[in-house]
């Protein structure tokens, strides 16, 4: 199994971010993605593996996420993790006939004991995020690409159409 986790943090607005630091977090999140898998590849597809991702709330596109985005001066990570989003998407199709399973974790909310929830307001825990993961890993639906239905102690990933 494979576990993408890496993204590089970069708050500022938009406008005052440079080319090559939007640069720097595509690497990160998507080629960095990429040459993990195609490295990975032969053991994957002899095992029987998968690659499971963890994505961001704030690459889904809605109203809402681009609001936080934008809020959190984090538009520059909204995008590299909305490429991540596209690159998850065309590895689950791309690999299936390898019998590798490619699935996307996306977090919508902060989780509690990290450094992002300082006060401890968040109700979604590391166990909860680490449970979809596992869902999705025994699970491995062909359809189910991506779970960002949950928060708190969620019940497991629903069907999601392509």
């Not at 970069?10 to 630091?21: F, G």
């Not at 593996?49 to 909204?78: F, H, K, P, Y």
């Not at 995008?79 to 590895?91: D, F, G, T």
């Not at 639906?141 to 239905?149: A, Q, R």
């Amino acid at each position: 199994m494979l576990h993408w986790n890496p993204y590089q943090p970069l708050y500022a607005p938009l406008l005052k971010v440079t080319p090559q630091q939007l640069q720097s977090g595509f690497n990160v999140s998507v080629t960095g993605l990429l040459a993990a898998v195609q490295a990975a590849h032969a053991d994957l597809k002899a095992t029987n593996g998968c690659v499971l991702v963890t994505g961001a709330g704030i690459s889904l596109e809605t109203d809402r996420s681009a609001q936080v985005a934008v809020g959190w001066d984090s538009a520059a990570l909204a995008v590299a993790k909305a490429a991540q989003r596209k690159l998850v998407h065309i590895l689950h199709k791309g690999l299936a006939d390898d019998g590798i399973y490619v699935a996307e974790v996306t977090v919508k909310n902060l989780v509690a004991g990290t450094e992002y929830d300082p006060e401890g307001k968040s109700v979604l825990t590391p166990e909860a995020v680490a449970q979809q993961f596992w869902l999705l890993q025994q699970q491995r639906e062909p359809g189910v690409w991506f779970v960002d239905d949950f928060e708190g102690n969620a019940p497991p990933p629903q069907r999601q159409a392509d």
